[in-house]
């Protein structure tokens, strides 16, 4: 069956440094992967989307990027400020259904100033 | 705000109470989704519909009732729920991009459960 993994444990960084998740996925070809973020008590909010014809994808201070090869995607932050801190969720279009996505369980991102 | 809005944002119900969640989007969109998200785990997808007409149903038990009465709104009913349905229920709604190149799905706030 299909299956995302994101790392469950939080990731803690300093102000200013660059902040890499990863998105691992198996059982799966994927046509593109998405990025979304959560804040507690909120819905994930749409970031970036790269397509499986893609190696990077940037916006502002944003960068995916997608292996389908090694089946995973990292996602970086550059200089990092304590607003990025939040949960991170990638997502997968689901092969047998055109307008379903498969999420992740998300990363938590915490910034320090 | 995403356009998505949810209410009420957060109930409490006893396991023999009957209660409602509504989702109503003013993106225009085609398609509306029912998730769960309990702590520490993935979002579950339960229910997914398009053009009002119910497409998915992710093996969810019958004490939830999804309805969707035209393209802009979705329910969820609740009754005998139990105590392990406490989570964040969140709705969703997407449209196709361009080519049918996949879709991006804008979420509500959600409504935060707890079955007592």
């Known amino acids: 069956s299909q299956k995302i993994e994101q790392n469950s444990e939080a990731l803690n960084i300093q102000e200013g440094k660059t902040a890499t998740l990863t998105c691992n996925y198996t059982?799966?070809?994927?046509?593109?992967l998405q990025w979304y973020r959560q804040d507690p008590g909120r819905g994930p909010v749409f970031l970036l989307l790269?397509?499986?014809?893609?190696k990077e994808k940037r916006k502002e201070r944003l960068k995916v990027t997608f292996d389908t090869t090694l089946k995973q995607s990292l996602f970086h932050i550059t200089a990092s400020q304590p607003a990025d801190s939040a949960t991170y969720l990638c997502?997968?279009?689901?092969?047998?259904?055109?307008?379903?996505?498969?999420f992740g369980g998300g990363t938590r991102l915490m910034v320090k100033p | 705000e995403t356009g998505v809005t949810q209410t009420p944002r957060h109930l409490v119900m006893g396991m023999t109470n009957k209660k409602s969640l509504k989702c109503e989007q003013h993106?225009?969109?085609?398609?509306m989704y029912w998730y769960k998200q309990s702590a520490k785990k993935p979002l579950e997808l339960m229910f997914v519909?398009?053009?009002?007409?119910?497409?998915e149903n992710n093996s969810v038990p019958s004490r939830f009732s999804p309805e969707c009465p035209n393209s802009s709104h979705l329910f969820l009913h609740l009754h005998t729920l139990q105590p392990e349905d406490s989570a964040l229920y969140l709705c969703?709604?997407?449209?196709?991009?361009?080519?049918?190149?996949?879709?991006?799905?804008?979420f509500g706030a959600g409504t935060r459960l707890s079955v007592l």
């Open positions: 969703a709604s997407s449209q196709e991009l361009a080519g049918g190149e996949g879709v991006i799905q804008y």
């Open positions: 059982n799966y070809s994927p046509a593109y």
């Open positions: 790269i397509r499986e014809n893609e």
């Open positions: 997502a997968l279009d689901d092969n047998n259904a055109g307008n379903m996505l498969t």
């Open positions: 993106l225009g969109h085609n398609a």
């Open positions: 519909y398009n053009f009002k007409e119910q497409t």
